[in-house]
């Protein structure tokens, strides 16, 4: 073994959601086209009024939104959600106002996350469900401590010839 180390890393929580970003990530993952997952958002704004603004191209908030932030958790308690909005609301969250509040970055609407209205799945389509719970993992995302890990990398030399591994 020529070399042992250890390495402490941290990847933190993704930006929210702007139109774009969930176009893409809802094509990914169910085949939606951008004007699908546009059509469908629009519903979940308009009729249902469980998400904010859809057409916007910002992917954070302004400093208004961060005291509705424990309102629009409660509103997933009722969601698939249901088991980390309750740990939040008991336990408390964790929010990176210096990363996810750029008031500079938002022009007319901030980024698209739940807003406090009480999600009601049953009354949501398929699709509608599918991209609202892209919405609300990124949301909720947003809430949690940046992921801790560490990395172990080896290198043996064996007869003149170098092995590395690394392992996370």
Same mark, same amino acid.
């Given at each position: 073994?020529?070399?042992?180390?250890?390495?402490?890393?941290?990847?933190?929580?993704?930006?929210?959601?702007?139109?774009?970003?969930?176009? /893409?990530?809802?094509?990914?993952?169910?085949?939606?086209?951008?004007?699908?997952?546009?059509?469908?958002?629009? /519903?979940?704004?308009?009729?249902?009024?469980?998400?904010?603004?859809?057409?916007?191209?910002?992917?954070?908030?302004?400093?208004?939104? +961060?005291?509705?932030?424990?309102?629009? +958790?409660?509103?997933?308690?009722?969601?698939?959600?249901?088991?980390?909005?309750?740990?939040?609301?008991?336990?408390?969250?964790?929010?990176?106002?210096? /990363?996810?509040?750029?008031?500079?970055?938002?022009?007319?609407?901030?980024?698209?996350?739940?807003?406090?209205?009480?999600?009601?799945?049953?009354?949501?389509?398929?699709?509608?469900? /599918?991209?609202?719970?892209?919405?609300?993992?990124?949301?909720?995302?947003?809430?949690?401590?940046? *992921?801790? *890990?560490?990395?172990?990398?080896? +290198?043996?030399?064996?007869?003149?010839?170098?092995?590395?591994?690394?392992?996370?």
């Amino acid at each position: 073994v020529t070399s042992l180390t250890k390495e402490d890393k941290e990847d933190k929580p993704p930006l929210l959601y702007d139109l774009t970003e969930l176009q /893409r990530d809802a094509n990914l993952s169910y085949g939606f086209s951008a004007k699908e997952t546009l059509d469908t958002l629009q /519903r979940l704004y308009e009729v249902h009024k469980i998400v904010t603004y859809p057409r916007t191209d910002s992917r954070y908030l302004t400093s208004d939104i +961060v005291p509705t932030l424990k309102d629009r +958790v409660r509103a997933l308690s009722n969601s698939d959600f249901s088991p980390v909005a309750k740990a939040f609301l008991e336990n408390g969250y964790s929010f990176d106002t210096d /990363r996810y509040v750029q008031e500079a970055l938002v022009s007319d609407h901030h980024a698209i996350i739940p807003t406090e209205e009480m999600v009601k799945p049953e009354k949501l389509s398929n699709d509608e469900l /599918r991209l609202f719970k892209l919405i609300a993992l990124r949301f909720l995302e947003a809430l949690c401590e940046p *992921y801790k *890990y560490t990395t172990t990398t080896c +290198v043996i030399d064996c007869d003149g010839k170098l092995f590395k591994t690394r392992v996370t």
